[in-house]
């Protein structure tokens, strides 16, 4: 992404402090960054290396870094809600992105779910996305703009519950992956337009709603290998022996669903898995075969 490793004007960079807060700026030659009565030039900033100390009018001396991707997303302007970096994560994962891939994406929001299916798509593959709110699709081209100059991503503004346009080859899609509040309005649309052994995904925070998913793929009879979860993510504290928990985690954000579009015929819908005496269950048993097969 950055051929040099010093800063340039146009850049957004972070600023942290001694607590690890960051303050995230955009570079610009002759400006000044304004901090708790304190201030530093943009030319101070531009051309120092990744990494640097700097100090401020009062003292105050603070990291300049390049964000990574998950604290870019955190600290970018937010139209819609933005996924956490622990799901931003785990989703190209699921939905299997590759390099070349043809993926359709709904709908856009602040466009950070857009970049993460970008940035592991690579250049030879390309991004469709719909949204419907111009304010959120201004926002989230700003903000993929500001982090990366994509020239594989197709942003429509369109609601994708009246269907789903292939491009002008008319190849099917990939892979779909789906961030709405009512993604089962999609499926059907994601049915015609997936490729067959294609992957469906999709996000939705609460369990009313992946019910209604689910039963929407099951409806569909092409759809097949259904599996709903959530990651939870918890640091740790090491301080010398001191080893514990933090006290805060990143619990429950939101329950991903996942198909694979198939020829109808073998797989119905997935079994309850029987409990045994102590407690497990088959399914486990089944995983750690595979593991050791």
Partial sequence: ?????????????????????????????????????????????IGRPDGSIVTLSGGKKMLALRPTFGDYVLKMPRGAQVLYPKDLAIIPMWADIYPGARVFEAGTGSGALTMALLRAVGPDGVVVTYEIRDDFALTAAANISRYMNPVNLVAIKKNAHEGIDLLDDKVPFDRVVLDLPEPWQVVPHAAQVLRSGGIYLSFV??????????????????????????????????QGRSVRPDHRMVAHSGFITVARKVEPGVLGPMPEPEERDDGTHDKIDEREEEQQS
Avoid: C, N
């Fill in 1 to 45: 992404m950055h051929v040099m490793s010093k800063f340039s004007s146009g850049e957004r960079i972070h600023l942290v402090d001694q607590k690890r807060r960051q303050y995230a700026l955009t570079l610009k030659a002759g400006e000044t960054y304004q901090f708790s009565g304190q201030k530093i030039a943009h030319d101070t900033l």
């Fill in 205 to 238: 925070p609460t369990v009313p709603q992946i019910m209604r998913t689910v039963e929407a793929l099951e409806r569909t009879t092409v759809f097949g290998m259904i599996e709903t979860f959530e990651t939870l993510l918890r640091t740790w504290s090491v």
